[in-house]
């Protein structure tokens, strides 16, 4: 099997020293595949994602992308690197317009701006026709697609995204989602936290399933869809997220 694109190795962490909200979290995503990592409130899963962005202090363990380790890199340096983080809220300047908010995630493109901004247009038509208007102004689904889009702005080559469905009706989440296998077939891998396990699994090629800060569950995205032990933790016991 290929090497990793982003590795996350036994990760200890949290907010506040000494008080770990991660406890030996480990995390793999291969080339080409999304994985989706799911848990119950309070599990760990915003956590484990703001720490490989280098937003929350890790006390211990590695995360490495593409085999080097970037464990505490500074998050304005990931980006460089390949790695592109979508956070759950306040992830577009609601006072700059569509376009503008696109344009600033060129700033460490590898590519040509220009012809990258034609090409998250394209992927995002909507988008085109709302450049100019103040994103403030947007729906809550079209302002996830400015923030999914100014991260492609810098050709990432890991996609992690917190929380991508929150606040969407199922009908954009849909729509969002099935955006995210357009950007996984352009060879972009992709790491999504969900609290939408059927949705983020019916996309994902694997899972994983925190609880406590740790690893509960982990396998083909199928499999957790059908399993009795990951349904219980959303939705009692014997029950399948999958029907």
Known sequence: MSQPDLQVQDLVGGYVPDVPILRGVSVEVYPGEIVTVLGPNGAGKSTMIKAIAGLVGVTSGKVLLHGQDITGRKTHTLIREGLAYVPQVGNVFVRLSVAENLELGGFAARTNPAERLKQILALFPDLQRLKHLAAGKLSGGQRQMVAVGRALMAAPKVLMLDEPSAGLSPKLTEVLFGKLLEIRATGISILIVEQNAKAALAI????????????????????????????????????????
């Open 204 to 243: 994902s090629d694997r899972g994983y399933v925190l609880a406590e800060g740790q690893g509960r569950f982990a396998g083909p995205a199928q499999e957790l869809l059908h399993s009795p032990e990951v349904g219980a933790l959303y939705l009692g016991a014997g029950s399948r997220l999958a029907s």
